[in-house]
């Protein structure tokens, strides 16, 4: 995202079927991931991507293709003599630049088998990620035992980051145990500009997803190549420091605590959230790490000014809806969002950036 450089991308099966149209994998693959024809449909999908590679090769494109591997596809006996008979059919194209993607959630019967074909496959140039990540019960026995070079986070977790604490504590935990096993990370379903920017303060710097681009036919590919740009301001979002990262993990409670707020004026939720401004999260944040760490800065007093006359204006809309005008109190919702927004523009002048 930082650079704009286009490493890759993902092969994905559709099948265009006479009657109902093109159906997505959802669809039609749980019917047959038991079936031998499994096996036929994944070989096949790897001999696709070879050929389609190299198309865009000889029209002067030259980028790297990941494709799923299913789990009884993976376990055959003879996976690693099929996937060397079908990368002899081009060979002009590097090995390298071909990636296996295993599904985290797999159901892998013989780990240390499937971890010598890997290493076997590595052998021959060919890379593997577990995709996924985060989502299967078998984490990080999966991570420790197969040899995969690249961690996909998954996009549930991606997706809900910005206003849920919790996914974004379990994003920076993958994003550690990345760097511990010195794998590297991608992130997917990055869909605004808001995604990338709080990956980057993560240190995360790969990803894919609607923010960058939709699903697509490969005729399509090299003209989007040549022409896409990352957005301007993921160039320059700086790392946040480890002694910021209360501040970003603050900032996130707000948000959900803003939504929390929405939800209960819309009757989606039945209480309210925290309405006293020193019981919630980002009261105690303020209280404790906040005013040790940056009390002295200059923007300080006017979060907590925000803070405060947010929670304030909180606390009249939810006096609105006991009185049953709850038109009115949705009425200045706008109110309270403005307030968020500003107060989480004013956090991030606090963020203290560190050195890559």
Known sequence: MRTGQVIGAEALIRWQHPEQGLLPPSVFLPVVEDHPLAVDIGEWVISTALAQMQSWQDAGLTISVSVNVGARQLQQENFVDRLRALLAVHPAIAS??????????????????????????????????????????????????????????????????????DDLAILEGVIGLASAFRREVIAEGVETIEHGEMLLQLGCELAQGYGIARPMPAHAVPRWVQTWQPEPSWRDVPLVSRDDLPLLFA????????????????????????????????????????????????????????????????????????????????????????????????????ELPRTP
Not at 110 to 125: L, P, Q
Not at 322 to 339: G, N, V
Request: proline share 3%.
């Open 96 to 165: 390298s630049r071909l990636e296996l993607e295993v599904l985290e959630t797999s159901a892998l019967e013989d780990i240390a088998g499937v971890s010598r074909v890997i290493e076997t496959c590595a052998a021959m140039g060919v890379r593997f990620a577990l995709d996924d990540f985060g989502t299967g019960y078998s984490s990080l026995t999966y991570l420790k035992r197969l040899p995969a070079s690249l961690l996909k986070i998954d996009q549930s977790f991606v997706r809900d980051m910005l206003d849920d604490p």
């Open 251 to 350: 900032s996130v409670e707000h948000r959900a605590w803003v939504k929390a707020m929405e939800k209960y004026l819309r009757n989606e939720r039945e209480t309210p959230p925290q309405l006293d401004h020193q019981q919630c999260h980002f009261g105690s944040w303020i209280r404790d790490q906040g005013l040790s760490s940056h009390g002295t800065h200059p923007s300080f007093d006017a979060i907590d000014g925000l803070h405060r006359a947010a929670h304030g204006l909180a606390t009249e809309l939810c006096a609105l809806k006991a009185l049953h005008q709850d038109d009115l109190a949705l009425h200045r919702l706008d109110e309270l969002q403005a307030l968020g927004d500003d107060l989480l523009k004013r956090v991030k002048e606090l």
